[in-house]
């Protein structure tokens, strides 16, 4: 995974894992699902989007999802974002519902949040790859074990960031975080998945979005301009 490109703000820290023999298998497996013709998502040049994007250091916020989506020119690295001209999926729909509730933000006409991972919100999912039309397919197999050491490195800042975790698997998945409700640093909100199935459960009317930015700017640092804008043609 040498080849795969990465911002030198999280290589040099995540150099342990890339030497790991669990690394190795992980590169293992991949390149045997390809030699067998499975179609694997996203681009390898594109496994590690969201790292190269929002470098260490200048993270704020962290979005946590599960797995990239396994449909066809979708997933690009970033969680809840799909690539310009695909359709928006549904818990991404429920997000900006939730953002023009909370901050008046008129919705997105597409699902590319490059525009966010660009002023720090790390948009991480737990499993970095996915085999095209099986949701998990690459779970347990040491995605899961790297990207635990990258929250460890964003937890490990002495700048406080803001975690959004929605969703039981997100808020297990950083359930370590230095919150302030454990007299840490970072600010940790929490609520249920954005997906149609649990949205109404207590993601709607969460406010997270303002939230974070009040918090950002108590810790004197710029809020995020959430508004997303319109696609180049």
């Known amino acids: 995974m040498a ?25 293992q497996f991949l390149v045997g699902e390809k030699a067998a013709g499975k179609r694997i998502f996203p681009a390898g040049s594109e496994w590690f989007r969201a790292l190269d994007l929002t470098p260490l250091d200048k993270v704020r916020v962290v979005i946590l999802g599960q797995d990239p989506y396994h449909g066809e020119g979708q997933a690009h690295g970033l969680c809840f974002s799909v690539k310009p001209g695909v359709r928006t999926p549904p818990s991404l729909v429920n997000i900006y519902k939730e953002m023009e509730t909370d901050l008046g933000i008129p ?3 597409h699902g590319f949040l490059e525009h966010w991972a660009e002023q720090g919100v790390l948009l991480l999912n737990a499993v970095l790859t996915v085999q095209m039309g099986m949701a998990a ?11 635990d050491a990258v929250i460890r490195l964003v937890n ?55 939230k974070a930015n009040a918090f950002l700017e108590h810790v004197g640092q710029k809020p995020i301009d959430w508004a997303l804008p319109p696609l180049q043609r």
């Open 3 to 27: 080849e795969v490109k990465l911002h030198p703000s999280w290589l040099e820290p995540l150099q342990s894992e890339f030497a790991d023999p669990y690394m190795a298998q992980l590169r």
């Open 107 to 109: 919705r997105a006409q």
């Open 137 to 147: 397919s690459h779970q347990g197999r040491g995605w899961e074990r790297f990207t």
């Open 156 to 210: 490990a800042r002495e700048e406080p960031v803001v975690f959004l975790l929605w969703g039981s698997h997100a808020q297990k998945k950083a359930a370590f975080v230095d919150s302030i409700d454990k007299g840490g640093r970072h600010l940790v909100l929490k609520a249920p998945h954005p997906s149609p199935l649990s949205a109404h459960s207590g993601f709607f009317g969460s406010r997270h979005f303002s």
